[in-house]
């Protein structure tokens, strides 16, 4: 693979101050979420998130724990052992039931904060690890520091374009196919996007052998050129929104450094397009945000996408 220009040493500055750490979401305005909101048609949303489940795809290759679920409190058990400190008579009366989650926080449709990568200890805006990360999460950065994304939004649809069920294992989305695509649908980015890159992945979920592993996506060039447009994050319906494996010997995902690091731009994976690539919604007002878990590297987010009106 030739020069990514991936930096290994420093982070960037970010073009919004030394102390920022909301990155390209600082392009969401009042006056932009105002003109996207009112030109929604609210007859139809799409739901571009999975829902959660025992046995669900994950990242456990890495050691990960896969999303678990389990009761804390059930009717009948809090008769027998009043956890809740109530009484017989009041639990027999009033039944109570409570669960608790566990899960890796890059599970199913989630977003990418932006201390999730980093040059050597450094990551978005230079937050040093020696500085910044404690012993439980980082104190910068983190996803409650993503801004709620309410923007417009772009579905470049390649695996339509291409004529395929699905890109081919490992393939690198280039900027020309990514051009030829926006010309063929008709549609543009601009300013202040959201833009998301469909592959064909996500048809198979929740068949994680198909979903996961050697994944078709953006090459870092492409990369640069969706980020030259000056958008506010990025997903995809795969693993890693670029292509895995990276083909780079120095850098094993060069384009998450590239948006997260670089450009402060957040990522969104295992998104599901396959709805809006149906009804070719290329189009739409996107609205996500994710659960303000502070300082993350990632969340749960559920994102939906509203058509826009004539």
């Not at 979420?33 to 999975?50: C, E, F, Q, T």
């Not at 890796?104 to 990568?117: S, V």
């Not at 953006?218 to 447009?229: K, M, P, R, Y």
Request: proline share 6%; hydrophobic share 40%; with cysteine.
């Amino acid at each position: 693979m030739g020069d990514t220009g991936i930096r290994t040493g420093k982070a960037p500055k970010s073009e919004w101050g030394p102390d920022d750490e909301h990155g390209a979401t600082n392009r969401i305005t009042p006056e932009s979420r105002a003109s996207i909101m009112a030109r929604i048609d609210g007859h139809r949303v799409y739901d571009l998130s999975v829902d959660y489940f025992v046995g669900m795809p994950s990242f456990q290759a890495a050691g990960d724990p896969a999303y678990q679920i389990w009761m804390s409190h059930t009717p009948r058990g809090t008769v027998v052992d009043n956890l809740n400190g109530v009484g017989d008579q009041i639990n027999r009366a009033c039944g109570y039931s409570g669960d608790v989650i566990l899960m890796y926080t890059h599970t199913g449709t989630h977003i990418d904060a932006l201390n999730h990568f980093a040059y050597g200890r450094e990551t978005y805006n230079g937050f040093d690890a020696d500085a910044h990360l404690g012993s439980r999460s980082w104190e910068r950065a983190g996803s409650e520091q993503i801004l709620p994304l309410i923007a417009r939004g772009i579905l470049i649809d390649i695996a339509a374009h291409k004529g395929v069920e699905v890109l081919a294992p490992s393939y690198g989305i280039t900027a020309e196919d990514l051009e030829e695509c926006l010309a063929a649908q008709g549609t543009v980015i601009r300013p202040g996007d959201i833009v998301l890159v469909r592959t064909g992945r996500m048809q198979y979920w929740p068949d994680g052998s198909r979903v996961f592993g050697d994944s078709p996506g953006l090459t870092v060039e492409a990369a640069a050129w969706i980020t030259d447009h000056k958008v506010v994050a990025v997903g995809a319906d795969n693993e890693a929104v670029e292509r895995t494996p990276s083909f780079d010997d120095e850098n094993w995902l060069p384009g998450h450094c590239h948006f997260l690091i670089d450009h402060g731009v957040p990522q969104m994976e295992c998104v599901f397009l396959e709805d809006l690539s149906r009804d070719k919604v290329y189009e739409f007002a996107f609205i996500g945000a994710p659960i303000r878990l502070r300082g993350a590297t990632g969340s749960p987010i559920r994102p939906l996408a509203f058509p826009l009106a004539e």
